[in-house]
């Protein structure tokens, strides 16, 4: 019976062993308290710390920027805040923006990245308290920017461009004259569009001529006046790369002739447009309208040309595309052509219809009207006979009512040595795609968005066939580029470009590894699912082959030990599940997953791995014994001391320190555990992070994650025109609520 005490003798000796009862801690006195002061974290306190800590906004954070829009702030902290906001959805924006600049020191509209992000209203009412704004640059830029049609409206259609041809002369008739380019530009921009519409306006006319320009045809006498001094259209000026006004105008004499001769026939003279125009090149025009149009004294017009220059008037041969000439035809619509004739006996008009898709595999671009007709014969051919004199600009509409289905046509008229073509489109094939596991997986639309199943793609005179739902798949490519396609259908064809990829494949991997499941000697469960993509599109995991995964568990020690799955099923949907018996000691898990992909494009296997890790046990590699815990309760988070088997350490001192999601310093608090060993630290609103530090222990949390009225939004959100939007207001509130049309 004495053995086994003399067997403990000896190993406490040679191992200097003492067993000695640990002392028993006397009953800590509460120096602190053991719940947070909400009072705190109060806006009210903060906000007179923040002030307090800095002249100007030093103290906030950008989030708080918002709220303090609504405080009257200094000038410098005004600036401040002005200079940080993204977005001009303050309701008392213009309140802010209007004083700032109007101190001296201020650097003028556009010097503040909130000055071009206003939207139109603000904009109205920044000119309307500072009528100078007109004048500046950045202004007009910015108003201009706010004018330009949505990115779904088509610029072609006559309803859209004539929106904003008049939104655009709206605000240009608020200029001074320093801005007279734009107002020109305006103003001839609206002028082209009216005559596509066959109307000419004189008011809009004269308005147009009234601007000083440098033109020959102009008055000399009218463009020296005082007031036009350094106002002078530069008729090679441009305004901006704004739709409708990125290109100058140049030359305007014609569109100036144009409307003289409208507006000039059968008239009674035009002493209208004598202040603007020269007297020799109006009267020349005046009596050249009315030759033209055959009205009048025939005699008298005559006289008032030269013989050369009537001469050549009456030489001349015109057959012109006349501005009405539609663009677009729907397909089943006839099509027709206005043709101003002049000096033409016969008329010949042939059509001919092109093979696109031989066109599109050739050339790579779109017809044209100078596509070479050479050894094409025409569809139809047709003759025209005209009586009228060679003086005559008589105005003809022809209707091509067999082209009634899609396609593409040159239709070429010539006449007495001169010819004039037009190229008429009609239906259209459009394409949407997606990435697949081979590649990109096409969808054909036609013209009116009604999806084609009976299409096919040509790339690199290789074709792809649809498969029953009307999907065609094209390989990846080992050359990325932006690549020509021909799409077709039947004997139509249209051409297309997309960025054809190459086969990139990537392997992610999630994981499940319950803590409470790793018991030493028990049998864990380790869930994973792999992610298999290609160009960041997922695809079917079952691609992966070879697939291993290797688990290794490592202990206190040191020392790893490795297991090798092999035969594991992975499934898109659910999680595969590896089981391992856990080691004793145990510190890390760390699992890693491999396989290879075929990459059909290269002729090659990809191989791929993904892995991971989870650390346990902590605690027992730590000097320190104690550990802090932060958790949310009904009642709010609360900081929790533990000691190494779970026993709570109470009346131990815990530095707290709040990151306050609307404020640059923290909020740091001493506070004391209570007889459970926790510290009550209440709801925290609009705290993001928080550490807290006691015992030699120290744990820190984003709050972000764990607050109950946090929500989470994608990066867009698509719907359908005129169906309602519901989503809930992140952390529960109304103040952090944008909603802005852009």
């Known amino acids: 019976p004495d053995a086994p005490n003399r067997a403990l003798a000896r190993i406490r000796d040679r191992l200097g062993l003492s067993f000695t009862p640990a002392r028993r801690e006397r009953e800590r006195e509460t120096t602190y308290p053991t719940r947070l002061d909400p009072r ?89 308290r500072i009528p100078a704004l007109l004048g500046n640059k950045n202004f007009v830029n910015a108003y201009l920017l706010r004018l330009v049609p949505k990115s779904d409206e088509d610029m072609d259609a006559p309803a859209v461009r004539l929106a904003y041809l008049e939104r655009l002369h709206t605000f240009a008739e608020k200029l001074p004259p320093a801005w007279n380019v734009l107002k020109a530009n305006v103003r001839y921009r609206r002028l082209e569009f009216d005559r596509t519409q066959d109307v000419y306006d004189r008011a809009r006319f004269l308005a147009y001529l009234q601007l000083p320009r440098s033109a020959g045809y102009v008055r000399r006498e009218y463009l020296r006046k005082r007031e036009f001094r350094g106002v002078t259209v530069n008729l090679g000026a441009t305004v901006g790369g704004y739709p409708i006004l990125r290109d100058r105008i140049g030359n305007d004499e014609p569109l100036v002739r144009a409307y003289l001769h409208r507006l000039l026939a059968d008239a009674q003279g035009y002493g209208a447009f004598a202040p603007y125009l020269e007297e020799t090149y109006l009267k020349e025009v005046y009596a050249e309208a009315n030759i033209l149009a055959g009205v009048g004294d025939q005699e008298r017009w005559h006289a008032m040309i030269a013989p050369a220059r009537l001469r050549a008037l009456k030489e001349r041969v015109d057959i012109e595309l006349l501005p009405t000439c539609r663009k677009r035809f729907a397909v089943t619509e006839p099509v027709t052509l206005n043709v101003g004739i002049k000096n033409v006996d016969s008329l010949l008009v042939r059509v001919y219809e092109i093979n696109t898709f031989n066109y599109y595999r050739t050339k790579g671009e779109e017809v044209g009207t100078a596509v070479d007709l050479d050894g094409l014969v025409a569809n139809r051919e047709l003759t025209f006979t005209y009586t009228q004199p060679a003086l005559r600009l008589h105005p003809e509409t022809f209707t091509f009512p067999e082209l009634n289905r899609p396609g593409v046509w040159v239709i070429e008229m010539i006449g007495n040595g ?109 869930l994973l699912r792999p992610k298999l993509t290609v160009q960041g599109t997922s695809v079917d995991i079952a691609l992966l082959e070879d697939v291993t995964v290797t688990l290794t568990t490592t202990d206190i020690q040191g020392v790893n030990t490795a297991k090798v799955f092999r035969d594991l099923k992975f499934h898109n949907d659910q999680m595969t599940v590896c089981e391992f018996r856990v080691a004793a000691d145990l510190v890390r898990v760390h699992f890693r997953i491999a396989g290879k992909v075929r990459n059909v494009s290269r002729a090659r296997d990809d191989q791929l791995n993904a892995e991971g890790m989870v650390a346990v046990n902590g605690i027992d590699a730590a000097l320190l014994v104690p550990t802090c815990h932060v958790r949310p309760t009904q009642a709010g988070y609360v900081v929790e001391l533990f000691g190494k088997t779970g026993e709570p350490l109470p009346g131990r001192v815990v530095n707290v320190s709040l990151a306050h999601r609307e404020y640059a310093f923290p909020v740091r608090a001493t506070l004391q555990t209570d007889a459970a060993g926790r510290v009550q630290l209440g709801f925290l609103p609009g705290v993001s992070s928080l550490t807290a530090a006691g015992a030699g222990a120290q744990c820190g949390v984003p709050l972000g994650e764990s607050q109950s009225a946090v929500c989470h939004y994608p990066g867009r959100v698509q719907i359908v025109e005129g169906e309602p939007v519901e989503l809930p207001f992140p952390e529960g509130t109304v103040d952090r609520v944008s909603l802005l049309s852009l």
């Not at 800590?53 to 609504?70: E, N, Q």
């Open 418 to 526: 001169r010819s004039s073509r037009a190229v008429v489109r009609k239906g259209q094939l459009r394409f949407a795609q997606r990435m697949g596991s081979a590649g990109h997986v096409f969808r054909v639309y036609d013209q009116d968005n009604v999806l084609v199943k009976d299409a096919a793609l040509w790339l690199a005179n290789q074709e792809y066939r649809p498969d029953e739902d009307g999907e065609i798949a094209v390989p990846f490519t080992t050359s990325p580029s932006n690549t020509p396609i021909v799409l077709r259908r039947g004997d139509f064809a249209t051409l297309g470009r997309f960025h054809h990829v190459d086969e990139a494949y990537a392997l992610a991997l999630e994981s499940r590894l319950p803590l409470e499941a790793l018991v030493q000697g028990e049998i864990a469960r380790l």
């Open 40 to 128: 705190l974290i109060s806006r009210e306190v903060l906000d007179k710390q923040a002030f307090a800590s800095s002249k100007l906004l030093g103290g906030f954070s950008t989030v708080a920027h918002r709220r303090l829009a609504a405080v009257n702030l200094s000038w410098e902290r005004r600036r401040v805040l002005l200079n940080s906001l993204d977005l001009p959805d303050l309701p008392n924006l213009v309140d802010l923006v209007v004083p700032d600049l109007g101190r001296k020191d201020s650097r003028g509209f556009g010097s503040l990245k909130i000055h071009g992000l206003m939207t139109l209203a603000q904009l109205d009412a920044c000119a309307e």
